[in-house]
């Protein structure tokens, strides 16, 4: 099982923003800047992560991105559903019951490791790394 490179990026950003200054919109040059990554790659990624409504986007001079939710309500599930979506991992291919023993199971594995990542928050984190 793996991940997409934009999931690992939005969770950066996402502890990152939660670190640095939760209310102090940054700008997306900086965000890409501390990535090592194009400022329109991180782009799309920030605009997901505004339509989960997990951060915003500040226009002007002073403008940037900030968090939209409290700190201590934004989970890794969270910023993984709103880069990756929401459908299962798992698909069985073959054409028989949806009773199948392997799917069960796969579902199974799955529920228990969203339930995890739904219970582990950003500001866990953030009070274990310091923001330059």
Do not use: W
Request: charged letters at 20%.
């Amino acid at each position: 099982m793996k991940y997409s490179k934009a999931t690992n990026y939005a969770l950066h950003t996402m502890l990152f923003l939660v670190s640095a200054a939760p209310n102090k919109p940054i700008g997306v040059q900086q965000l890409a800047e501390r990535q090592g990554v194009s400022p329109t790659y991180l782009s799309k990624i920030l605009t997901k992560l505004v339509k989960a409504d997990l951060i915003e986007s500040a226009s002007g001079a002073n403008g940037g991105y900030r968090l939209k939710r409290k700190q201590e309500e934004i989970s890794f599930l969270d910023i993984i559903h709103a880069i990756e979506g929401t459908a299962s991992l798992f698909d069985c291919t073959l054409n028989h019951s949806s009773m199948c023993p392997i799917q069960q199971e796969m579902i199974e594995a799955e529920q228990q490791m969203e339930r995890y990542l739904q219970n582990k928050k950003m500001s866990e984190l953030a009070v274990k790394i310091t923001v330059d």
